[in-house]
């Protein structure tokens, strides 16, 4: 029957794999990639050395030398590796010079204190570790260069929210950006929303212009009579009842006129995106002007008369 005496004390560091020989826990694995070197170490007590073989994937079932798979462990082909006096023993496995090529797969090291390969450790104190071996892969690095936006708007000043967060006012530079596409808005009173995704390329600068439309509400005037000529704004915006568009958002000022009517004017505040209604009525114009012109006439008609008598009587004294 196996004696297992724990003649190996374990530890680990980076690939270095320190073996619990005799140990009933489970051995640890190391992950590799073939061409690496693997760094094992351990104790060993009452023997001056310790005898290393490997199976695994395509090999010998008896196992084979760690530092060359064409010796066969059933054939005394053994890494041996010396016990120092404080009963350690440390051995730099290169999984690329074999004296052959190893599969990918998972291996078994054996490390045992004699010279016993594994048809013949029933005679034996071993211990074992698990090594995966893959094929090597190249990464890269690559360093991110941020880019940057440079954000106009027409008319200027208009507000930037970018996600959530409000950057600032047009014109805009916004640097040190991580390569994307992000979400921007641009605000300004007065003016509609305007929003639209910006891409982010490493090392350059994204300019993006938005020209801003205004934010414009209507005015619906009728007048009474209807038919009355209607200015907004001093513009001509044609007879009455009629639909006044595209006004931005504010005061306006709207005149109706009609012949024979005094003119009407009325202040009409516009709220973007609302049409106001607005009806203005027309008084009848004053007739107090013809009444005066014809009182005058009959005022100045006795005036002619007298002043034609006297221009007779005076013609009459000269013939007498």
């Known amino acids: 029957m196996q004696s297992h005496y724990p003649a190996f004390r374990s530890c680990m560091l980076a690939l270095a794999c320190v073996l619990l020989i005799f140990g009933a826990s ?9 061409g690496d070197i693997v760094p094992l170490s351990g104790y060993s007590y009452g023997s001056y050395n310790v005898y290393l073989f490997l ?48 599969d990918d797969g998972t291996y078994t ?31 890269i690095d690559t360093i991110q260069v941020p880019g940057s936006m440079d954000l106009r708007s027409v ?6 929210m970018m996600g959530e967060q409000y950057k600032g006012k047009t014109p805009l530079v916004i640097a040190d950006l991580t390569p994307g596409t992000y979400d921007v808005v641009f605000s300004q009173f007065g003016y509609q929303k305007f ?3 910006v891409p982010v ?19 619906a005037v009728s007048s009474v009579p209807a038919n009355a000529t209607v200015l907004v704004d001093g513009q001509n915006a044609g007879t009455a009842p009629v639909l006044a568009v595209n006004l931005t958002g504010g005061n306006h000022t709207v005149a109706v006129s009609l012949d024979g009517y005094l003119s009407g004017e009325q202040t009409v505040a516009v709220i973007p995106g609302q049409t106001q209604q607005v009806t203005i ?19 100045t008609a ?6 034609v008598a006297i221009l007779f009587l005076i013609q009459y004294i000269r013939r007498r």
Not at 281 to 293: I, Q, W
Request: hydrophobic share 35%.
């Open 55 to 102: 199976t695994g994937p395509n090999l010998p079932a008896n196992g084979v030398a760690l530092n060359d798979i064409s010796k066969r462990a059933d054939q005394g082909g053994f890494t041996i590796v010396p016990v120092d006096s404080d009963n350690h023993w440390s051995y730099k496995w290169g999984t690329g010079s074999l004296g052959g090529r190893l």
């Open 201 to 219: 390329e490493s090392g350059r600068i994204t300019e993006v212009t938005a020209t801003l439309v205004p934010d414009t509400g209507a005015i």
């Open 281 to 299: 009525g027309l008084s009848p114009a004053s007739p107090r002007a013809t009444v005066t012109t014809h009182a005058a006439a009959t005022a």
């Open 109 to 139: 090291i054996w490390v045992v204190n004699g010279p016993n390969d594994r048809s013949r450790l029933s005679q034996a104190d071993y211990s074992t570790i698990s090594v995966t071996l893959g094929q090597p892969s190249i990464s």
């Open 155 to 160: 008319p200027d000043g208009a507000s930037v």
């Open 302 to 307: 006795p005036l002619v008369a007298g002043f």
């Open 26 to 34: 489970a051995a640890p694995t190391i992950q590799a990639s073939v």
């Open 195 to 197: 929003s639209t995704r």
